[in-house]
């Protein structure tokens, strides 16, 4: 079945060090794929997103491309932020249904 | 904005209680759905539904119903609280489209079973 795995957490970075958060997925046809934030209290938001094979998804200098021949979808940012300091998951979704959510990593920036 | 809304924070029930829990989202959303997130095991889909009073299992039924009367409102119903049911539930909300439709939640309800 549909399936996404991420790296296991946590990520440990100081203050503008390079990210990325490596994300694989499995799936027939053709999915979209999603990176969504969750800070800490707080329900999950979407950070950004691509919809087809090569696309590149980008929001607050974080970004994303969608590799079809690698099945991948990573997470990268080159100067993190205390800011960023939250969990971050991946997800697939297809044919107008349910999304799947990888385990999440969780993200600490320190000073 | 969009604005998924859980009706607690926080909720403290005890084993065997009948439990509601309540989601409303104010952008006539067609697809809404229930998750449990628990640490290392990220979301898990319980119950989703398509439209009014059309409601499909997801990956993890067992002990939950739901109810969806109303557009704008889904219910989460732990029939018997159990132990096993302590987690944060998260409801979300989504207009499905071609284009891969976000999906909106909300804050997260943090449910303790006592």
């Known amino acids: 079945g549909d399936s996404v795995t991420q790296m296991e957490g946590p990520v440990t970075l100081s203050e503008e060090a390079c990210l990325t958060i490596?994300?694989?997925?499995?799936?027939?046809?053709?999915?979209?794929l999603f990176w969504y934030v969750q800070y800490p209290g707080e329900g999950l938001q979407l950070l950004l997103k691509a919809t087809k094979a090569d696309d590149k998804g980008s929001n607050k200098g974080f970004e994303a491309t969608y590799r079809k021949e690698t099945t991948s979808f990573h997470l990268e940012k080159g100067s993190v932020q205390v800011s960023d300091s939250a969990v971050y998951f991946c997800a697939l979704e297809k044919n107008f249904n349910k999304f799947y959510f990888g385990s999440g990593t969780k993200l600490n920036v320190k000073p | 904005d969009v604005k998924v809304t859980q009706s607690s924070r926080y909720l403290v029930k005890r084993t065997g209680e009948k439990v509601f829990l309540e989601c409303v989202q104010d952008?006539?959303?067609?697809?809404m759905f229930w998750y449990r997130q628990d640490p290392g095991l990220g979301l898990r889909l319980i119950y989703f539904s398509y439209d009014v009073k059309m409601k499909e299992k997801g990956d993890i039924p067992e002990g939950y119903s739901v109810s969806r009367e109303k557009k704008e409102r889904f219910s989460l119903i732990l029939e018997s609280a159990s132990t096993n049911q302590t987690s944060m539930y998260l409801c979300?909300?989504?207009?499905?489209?071609?284009?891969?439709?976000?999906?909106?939640f909300g804050q997260g309800t943090r449910l303790t079973v006592v």
């Open positions: 979300a909300s989504r207009t499905p489209d071609r284009d891969g439709t976000e999906a909106f």
């Open positions: 952008m006539d959303h067609e697809n």
């Open positions: 490596n994300c694989t997925y499995t799936a027939t046809g053709y999915p979209s």
